[in-house]
């Protein structure tokens, strides 16, 4: 039976980590919870790039590598190929289709945080679910903006912007409050492709409010690809690498 290496960085990830036995190995990068009720051996850390990566394959003798990370996750999806290819063996890929906008939605696209921050000056109270990455430029806001920001932890913020630390999934009423309560007037997202975390947009287009979309990063081309758990694990199934 061939063993696998799983990248986590999705919730699609858990699920296909809870059908794997113990010979397998489910890889996190330490950010967030660590699930306790796993069959599956659970690693938790980085490898050092690319050849850290192809190492610890060799190592542990993987067959098939599995990249679940997330579609912003470039590098690490670019390490998970090269790792592969290095190791000689196949990567198989869990690609979340995107997003795509409705009747209604105003979405403009930015490339990078310069764009991003540009295509932000006329409003007034955004609401970032960018992640982390704003809290690198809590000392740039704007006096005239306050910034609201989701991520998964509470981090500190300042007196221009308050730090919400919440998981999804959200459901649509408290994406409601939340754009009321804080008098959102634009919403700053990754075009993440999860159902969890969808109402945002939802209640913007209600609103009809601004989304501010961080354009998906370039992945790599890899042996397979997948758009959902299902077809990934049927495609485990057939090869025997469940």
Do not use: M
């Given at each position: 039976m061939k063993r696998i290496l799983l990248l986590g960085g999705v919730t699609e990830a858990l699920a296909i980590a809870r059908t794997l036995g113990p010979q397998h190995i489910y890889s996190l990068a330490g950010i967030g919870r660590v699930p306790t009720d796993l069959?599956?051996?659970?690693?938790?850390?980085?490898?050092?790039?690319a050849e850290g990566l192809a190492q610890f394959v060799r190592d542990?003798?993987?067959d098939l590598l599995l990249d679940a990370t997330h579609p912003y996750a470039a590098q690490i999806s670019q390490n998970a190929a090269t790792a592969a290819r290095l190791s000689g063996i196949a990567c198989w890929a869990l690609r979340r289709p995107a997003w795509q906008p409705q009747a209604g939605d105003d979405w403009r696209e930015v490339s990078d945080w310069a764009g991003l921050i540009e295509a932000l000056k006329p409003f007034r109270r955004p609401l970032f679910t960018l992640g982390r990455e704003p809290l690198q430029h809590l000392d740039e806001i704007p006096p005239e903006?306050?910034?609201?920001?989701?991520?998964?932890?509470?981090?500190?913020?300042n007196e221009r912007c308050e730090v919400i630390g919440a998981r999804g999934p959200f459901l649509i009423d408290d994406e409601r409050e939340l754009f009321e309560r804080r008098n959102i007037d634009v919403l700053i997202?990754?075009?993440?492709?999860?159902?969890?975390?969808?109402?945002?947009?939802?209640?913007?287009?209600?609103?009809?409010?601004?989304?501010?979309?961080l354009?998906?990063?370039?992945?790599?081309?890899?042996e397979r690809e997948f758009g959902s758990v299902p077809d990934m694990l049927v495609a485990l199934s057939t090869s025997d690498n469940s």
């Open positions: 069959h599956c051996q659970v690693r938790v850390g980085g490898y050092g790039g542990e003798r993987i903006q306050f910034w609201t920001l989701r991520a998964l932890d509470v981090y500190p913020g997202s990754k075009n993440s492709g999860s159902s969890a975390t969808e109402p945002k947009l939802d209640v913007a287009r209600e609103r009809g409010l601004p989304v501010l979309i354009k998906r990063p370039e992945l790599p081309v890899v």
